[in-house]
């Protein structure tokens, strides 16, 4: 069973920035690719940011130049470090995991949130 364990959150100012880390369990943990959702209140939960195996990356638009996605596989981790960041960003940021041959994220973690006061 795969677990994914995320940190980082908190509050932050306008223009500041934060680390979020997502620790995962499980022995393939380079062969999957891995994502980095957010939901905020009242909206659909969209994808932030992924990166593959073979360390190609996604960016949605609102974020590219400003946040970036990288993996430790050693420490089978995922990171989002993000910076400049905007009231806008507030949401539930969540971690995901594709494991190798499959369509879609088929795990995920609990979330931690990220609140950027104005």
């Known amino acids: 069973q795969v677990q994914l364990v995320e940190s980082g959150g908190g509050l932050v100012q306008a223009g500041g920035s934060l680390r979020l880390s997502c620790a995962a369990s499980?022995?393939?943990?380079?062969?999957?690719?891995m994502g980095w959702y957010r939901q905020a209140p009242g909206k659909e939960r969209e994808l932030v940011a992924a990166i593959s195996s073979v360390l190609s990356t996604y960016y949605t638009a609102s974020v590219k130049g400003r946040f970036t996605i990288s993996r430790d596989n050693a420490k089978n981790t995922v990171y989002l470090q993000m910076n400049s960041l905007k009231p806008e960003d507030t949401a539930l940021y969540y971690c995901?995991?594709?494991?190798?041959?499959?369509?879609?994220?088929?795990?995920w973690g609990q979330g931690t949130q990220v609140t950027v006061s104005s």
């Open positions: 499980g022995r393939t943990f380079s062969t999957w690719s």
């Open positions: 995901a995991a594709k494991r190798y041959g499959r369509s879609e994220y088929d795990y």
